[in-house]
């Protein structure tokens, strides 16, 4: 959820896809070091006999547990990937992420989102990554107010405070939607601002915060607090872009297909008892991270159950119209170096039937 578990809109680092490339630097030039330590339950999981060698693997998720990653833990849990014969170890990530982990090969998967990618793959020297699955099949991030602020679409942002994080990316997505719905962005009080605590900013700071619908919102509704919401998706098609989704090594797909093959089958696995079962998803995930509201991960975990999936062919299928759309228009608008080439940074040729 975006770095999102103290609060899914506390960060939304898009200059991230600079400060990757530092990281990887010095990733390669260490012998040591690690994004972090498994817990110890997901060691135990790991370590259980099984039939099969267990090749060992790292995971590094975007930020905390939550609930876009419950299928991950419901494989783990159940050993879908023992069977596979892959001791999983997840690790949290550095404050800037998993992409410099899984392309400098110190992590086999990550969790990233398109948006995160798109100038680790536009640069001048494209980092190794590709996505090849989408844990959530579209983009529920959007524009929250309390009900009685009155703002119920775009437009009404005029006049009105909105909580920034001053980045090129969120300005043209937020003009873009402003202007659509008949706004005007420059009449918008933009308030530079670190959200961690939606319900009190809201109260005392501005009028209006980017969420994620599938933590936040949820947030709002388990504490009965009354609100009006906007989904950019809704507003423009352009903007239901991938987020998040598992990325990989270009290199680990060449030397070993089968064992990413064999990670995706354990992991949709994982995922399809999470949306057969949202309640047993919820109780393993507040399992291994006792320190989350068991309300919130109950309500989010049902909330989710229908869109992991939703509309797709199967688990982890990537669209190629949509995802090749959000970065023609990041090209247009400047956002990226260059124009990437349609199908850049995704397969779906590694998902299991």
Not at 97 to 112: H, M, N, P, T
Not at 125 to 137: D, G, K, T
């Amino acid at each position: 959820m975006k770095k999102r578990m103290r609060s899914l809109q506390s960060t939304r680092p898009w200059l991230r896809g600079c400060l990757i490339w530092l990281l990887l630097v010095l990733l390669l030039l260490s012998a040591t070091g690690c994004a972090g330590t498994p817990t110890g339950r997901e060691s135990r999981e790991a370590e259980r006999s099984t039939d099969l060698p267990l090749r060992k693997s790292i995971l590094v998720l975007d930020w905390t547990p939550n609930t876009n990653h419950s299928g991950v833990y419901v494989a783990l849990e159940k050993g879908y990937y023992r069977e596979e014969g892959i001791a999983l170890e997840i690790e949290q990530p550095p404050e800037d992420g998993a992409e410099a982990l899984v392309a400098a090969g110190r992590a086999d998967f990550g969790v990233s989102f398109q948006d995160y990618l798109a100038p680790a793959l536009a640069g001048s020297q494209p980092l190794p990554l590709l996505a090849v699955a989408a844990l959530v099949n579209h983009n529920s991030s959007g524009i929250v107010a309390l009900a009685s602020s009155g703002i119920g679409r775009p437009a009404e942002l005029e006049g009105r405070r909105y909580a920034t994080w001053d980045l090129p990316v969120e300005r043209a997505m937020m003009e873009n939607v402003i202007r659509a719905d008949g706004g005007d962005p420059g009449r918008v009080e933009w308030i530079p601002t670190t959200v961690s605590d939606i319900v009190t900013s809201l109260e005392t700071l501005v009028d209006a915060v980017w969420i994620f619908y599938a933590w936040d919102g949820i947030a709002l509704d388990v504490k009965g607090i009354d609100h009006s919401y906007f989904a950019f998706a809704d507003i423009n098609p352009v903007f239901d872009y991938y987020t998040p989704v598992l990325i990989t090594n270009e290199e680990r797909l060449r030397q070993e297909p089968d064992f990413v093959r064999a990670f995706l089958r354990a992991t949709r696995r994982g995922y399809e008892d999470a949306i057969r079962d949202p309640e047993e998803a919820a109780e393993i995930l507040l399992r291994h991270a006792p320190e989350l509201d068991p309300e919130l991960v109950r309500a989010s975990q049902v909330w989710l159950s229908d869109r992991y999936i939703a509309d797709a062919p199967r688990w982890g299928w990537i669209e190629a119209e949509r995802w090749d759309a959000f970065y023609a228009w990041l090209a247009e608008e400047g956002l990226i170096a260059r124009q990437l080439p349609p199908g850049a940074g995704f397969s779906n040729d590694y998902l299991p039937e």
